[in-house]
């Protein structure tokens, strides 16, 4: 199937602690996203990636770091994970280019406890 | 600050009427202009996308832009239940910037 597939689908974790949400697409899409929907359905952007490129960082605690290894993937690497760090977060991949929506991946619910 | 916004509902429409949805957005210079649908506890899905002012319709779905007024709206024709969900707006921005920006979401129920 292609895809964009994101790993974990839940993660319960208590706070202080890193944990680490993949990400793999297969639509051969030269971008990829990670966004945090919190409580209220808001999704906000983090972080960009064109071609394993950094090109989008939004204000985001530098806890969080994306890693690419290559066009097809991008992670997302949590240290000293906090309560209000509690959201959905979602992958997304889309073609390069203004006038393409993206693929969005199925979601990581983290908890922190 | 570029905002896209919408009224967050929630929007309850009787079974086989019109559901209505809108958003209006900030930056002037916006090109793309998007739909999502997102079930609860599921990821958005991309349902329409529209780029010059008019109408595009697909199915029981139409898009609308009027990009003098900065506002975008979503009809959806003869409403079924399963189209209750959370109806996001997105917006790109200028050329060359590859962020989508988000409304904040419209929750729409389909009364049987």
């Known amino acids: 199937d292609t895809a964009v597939s994101q790993t974990p689908k839940y993660l319960v974790t208590q706070m202080g602690n890193d944990k680490s949400i993949k990400c793999e697409q297969n639509?051969?899409?030269?971008?990829m996203y990670w966004y945090k929907q919190d409580s209220k359905k808001f999704l906000k952007i983090m972080f960009s990636?064109?071609?394993?490129?950094?090109?989008i960082n939004e204000t985001v605690p530098n806890r969080f770091s994306p890693k690419s290894p290559d066009k097809a993937h991008l992670n997302l690497h949590i240290n000293s994970l906090e309560l209000g760090d509690s959201a959905v977060y979602f992958c997304a991949s889309r073609t390069t280019g203004t006038g393409y929506g993206y693929t969005f991946g199925s979601g990581t619910r983290l908890t922190v406890v | 600050q570029k905002e896209v916004e919408q009224n967050s509902g929630p929007l309850s429409v009787p079974e086989g009427a019109i559901a209505s949805l809108n958003c209006t957005y900030s930056?002037?210079?916006?090109?793309?202009f998007f739909w999502y649908r997102q079930y609860s506890g599921k990821s958005p899905e991309l349902i329409m996308s529209?780029?010059?002012?008019g109408d595009k319709e697909d199915g029981r779905f139409t898009a609308q832009l009027n990009k003098a007024s900065q506002y975008v709206s979503l009809l959806i024709r003869d409403s079924q239940p399963s189209d209750s969900a959370t109806y996001l707006c997105a917006v790109n921005e200028n050329f060359g910037n590859e962020k989508l920006t988000f409304g904040t979401g419209t929750r729409l129920t389909i009364i049987p």
């Open positions: 529209i780029y010059s002012n």
């Open positions: 930056d002037r210079g916006s090109q793309s």
């Open positions: 639509l051969g899409h030269d971008t």
């Open positions: 990636y064109n071609n394993k490129e950094l090109i």
